[in-house]
């Protein structure tokens, strides 16, 4: 039971750092179609260029998690979900592909753009749909091959809501890695984005509490609801705080801008481009680069309390209403065996993780070279 129970949330994390990690990843892609000035898609490549593979690191740790630790949901679930899995993976290659081959192209290079963004839009969706089916749960010995029982509507809605968060953290993301008009467009984006996707956590959430007695039981019953209800108001405060640092940041650089010609235009001045909290022709001046990365952040705390409200919902179950991660679980014989490869590799995988987002920190300045 404990080792199971180590195992399970080890898989809750390494999803968690899929999402998170690949999810602005593919929002990059979804966003693309709203970025087409000279430059701005060299930009959008180049702010991933350095870390879009080794995000997926954490889908394939994840699957081998869920193989070795938990062979009977792997077998379940690949065998159930078999056709949105392989169009999700497809997808993936699609958009790996696409990565490579856009900047050693010409005339074909539209061709690529479209499969990079096509194939991003699509493996998000797949990814929202496979939540959305394991959520409402399927019947015992479906076979996908024969059957669409995973393209319901609410499969669709909470397909639509991943890309949409996906599209948010990224806007976020750009918005921390950028400057000028890619980064004020971001931050637009980011703003209406952001309303989106509370919308439709909402709209899947009631849903959820509708249709399905057993998670509505779990949230409402007795004073679990009030045990829980940090999870909402935090989700709400997280919302408001990443909607004011992203007006905030505008408003600062707006501001900088302002008062930066106006000090130009009565006193000779260095060439520079932003100003420090600094006393400027009587009017205190903001930078504004230290509330770029704090919508980015209060994003990834919508999503990580996103995530615990649906544990919440479906502990213990791996495949909801059929089996818990205890009956899934491998012999403890097979799970002491993993253990150590388990300690080993996954402070490696975090660490070169963090060094690689530590090395490539800062903006993306040029187009050709990245960074």
Known sequence: MDLALFYFLLLGFAIFMYV???????GIG??????????????LMRSISHVWDGNETWLVFGGVILF?????????????????????????????????YR???DTSRPYWDLAFSAGSAIAAFCQGMLLGSLVQ????????????????????LTGFSVMAGYALLAACYLYMKSRGSIQKHAAKLGVRLLVITLLAMVAVSLWTVVSQVEIRERWFSGYNFLWLSPLPILTCIAAAFAWKYLHAGRAAENHTVAESRTFAGSHTV????????TEVAGVQAVDPSRYESRPFWA?????????????????PYLLPRQL??????????????????VCIFVPLICAYTFWGYRVFAGKVEDYQEGY
């Open 20 to 26: 998170l990690l690949d999810g602005f990843d593919l």
């Open 30 to 43: 979804i966003l693309y179609p709203w970025f087409g000035e000279a430059g701005e898609r060299d930009h």
């Open 68 to 100: 070795a630790a938990f062979p009977v949901a792997y077998a379940e679930i690949t065998s159930t979900f078999y056709l949105p899995i392989m169009l999700m993976l497809f997808a993936l290659i699609f958009r790996g592909v696409a990565f490579e």
């Open 103 to 105: 900047f050693k192209s």
């Open 137 to 156: 749960g399927v019947p015992a010995g479906i076979n996908s091959m024969s059957s669409l029982h995973w393209l319901t509507p609410f499969s669709v």
């Open 270 to 277: 260095a060439e520079s481009h932003t100003f420090d909290s």
């Open 299 to 315: 994003v990834t705390l919508i999503f990580l309390l996103g995530f615990a409200g649906l544990v919440v919902g479906l502990f």
């Open 324 to 341: 818990t991660f205890m009956d899934a679980a491998s012999p403890d014989s097979s799970l002491l065996f993993l253990l150590p490869g």
